[in-house]
C-alpha cells in the first residue's frame, strides 16, 4: 500500500458547501493526495464519508469518483482522522433500501462496541 497522509482542511475552505447553516451536517473534512473525507452528523449519530479524490468515466459519459477502497486504506483513513479508538461500521442495506448515485464509503460511527467482534467468540 502506498502511503498516504490525512490533512485536516481548515473550515473557510469548506464552509460554503453548508451554504453558511451551521446546521447543516458537515462538521470536519480531510484530505490527501488520494483521498477526500467528509465527517457527517445526523443528530447524535456521526459518520465518515469517504471517495478517492481520482475521478472515471461511466459508460455513459458521466464523470462518478473512481471506486477501489480497500480495507487497509479504510482503517488507515479512520485512524488518520482521529478515530483510532472507536468502532466504525459500514452497512449493506436491504436490496430495496439501496442508495447508490456515487462511489462515497459510508462508515459510521458507533458509541459502543458491538456485541459481536472477531476477535471474541459469540
Known amino acids: ?3 498516504f497522509k490525512m490533512v485536516e482542511v481548515p473550515i473557510k475552505d469548506w464552509a460554503h458547501i453548508n451554504n453558511g447553516n451551521e446546521n447543516l451536517d ?10 477526500l473525507v467528509q465527517v457527517r452528523r445526523h443528530g447524535p449519530v456521526m459518520r465518515l464519508c469517504v471517495n478517492k479524490v ?6 455513459d459519459g458521466k464523470i462518478r469518483w473512481a471506486d477501489g477502497i480497500t480495507w487497509d486504506e479504510l482503517q488507515e483513513i479512520k485512524d488518520q ?4 479508538d472507536k468502532w ?9 433500501r439501496i442508495v447508490n448515485v456515487a462511489n462515497i464509503r ?3 460511527i458507533m458509541d459502543n462496541e458491538p456485541p459481536y467482534t472477531l476477535d471474541r467468540p459469540v
Open 1 to 3: 500500500m502506498i502511503p
Open 106 to 108: 459510508h462508515l459510521w
Open 26 to 35: 458537515v462538521v470536519q473534512v480531510f484530505k490527501s493526495d488520494r483521498f
Open 54 to 59: 481520482k475521478n472515471t468515466p461511466t459508460p
Open 81 to 84: 482522522c482521529g478515530y483510532q
Open 88 to 96: 466504525l461500521v459500514e452497512y449493506y442495506p436491504p436490496k430495496n
